[in-house]
């Protein structure tokens, strides 16, 4: 099955600080995604990616940005963390079939 | 944009018994994935199929993309099918922005 990876799995950052997520993929998945999970959201996409040098905005980038360096690797990156960035980020990857990383959850203090 | 609405947003069974979900979207799409998630874990992919139907287990999947909807069938319900159910549309050849629908939560009792 097609393996997702997330690091860290728990973040706690303080307000102002930059954080970096990571998210890699062995599949050779042209598309990429970052999604954060809230209570009475559900999933929220935030950016996306059709390959190495491509990002996209997805519903709500504000706060957010994305670096697609390589095929495998997409990074989502908080540069002024804020309380309301506290959430569970997840990433996926796919070209039809979508897989999930296991989940980021990230504490904004 | 897409949109996607599933119903119910709560369903609860007494254990053996039938759920039906049931997933619209609005714009086209290609194929339509299934998806669930176990209380604080991650998503985990059921099924993905275009138009028709697809069984795998005690899950069905049925897809008519020209009507943009889809409904999963589970039956014979057990307690460890509790969870949330998500579904996403896809258009492959098309955007691969994928949006999902805020899902259905499935609660089993013995």
């Known amino acids: 099955e097609a393996a997702v990876t997330q690091s860290p799995r728990n973040k706690v950052a303080v307000t102002g600080g930059k954080v970096t997520l990571s998210c890699n993929q062995t599949?050779?998945?042209?598309?990429m995604y970052w999604y954060r999970q809230d209570t009475g959201h559900g999933l929220r996409l935030i950016h996306y990616?059709?390959?190495?040098?491509?990002?996209e905005k997805g519903d709500i980038p504000d706060g957010y940005k994305a670096s697609r360096p390589s095929q495998e690797n997409f990074s989502l990156i908080l540069e002024l963390a804020t309380p309301s960035q506290t959430s569970v980020y997840f990433c996926?990857?796919?070209?039809?079939?979508?897989?999930f990383g296991k989940g980021t959850r990230l504490t904004v203090v | 944009g897409q949109q996607v609405q599933q119903s119910p947003s709560s369903l609860v069974l007494q254990e053996g018994e039938n759920a039906e979900l049931q997933c619209n979207f609005s714009?086209?799409?290609?194929?339509l994935q299934w998806f669930y998630q176990s209380p604080g874990g991650s998503l985990v992919s059921l099924l993905s199929?275009?138009?028709g139907t697809k069984h795998t287990g005690r899950l069905t999947s049925t897809t008519v993309t020209k009507e943009r909807r889809s409904s999963l069938h589970i039956s014979s319900s057990q307690t460890t099918d509790s969870g949330t159910y998500l579904c996403?549309?896809?258009?492959?050849?098309?955007?691969?922005?994928?949006?999902f629908g805020e899902g259905t939560k499935l609660t089993v009792s013995s």
């Open positions: 996926a990857s796919g070209d039809g079939v979508v897989f």
């Open positions: 599949n050779n998945h042209n598309n």
């Open positions: 990616s059709y390959g190495a040098g491509s990002t």
């Open positions: 714009s086209t799409a290609t194929q």
């Open positions: 199929n275009p138009s």
């Open positions: 996403a549309p896809l258009n492959q050849g098309g955007s691969a922005k994928l949006i």
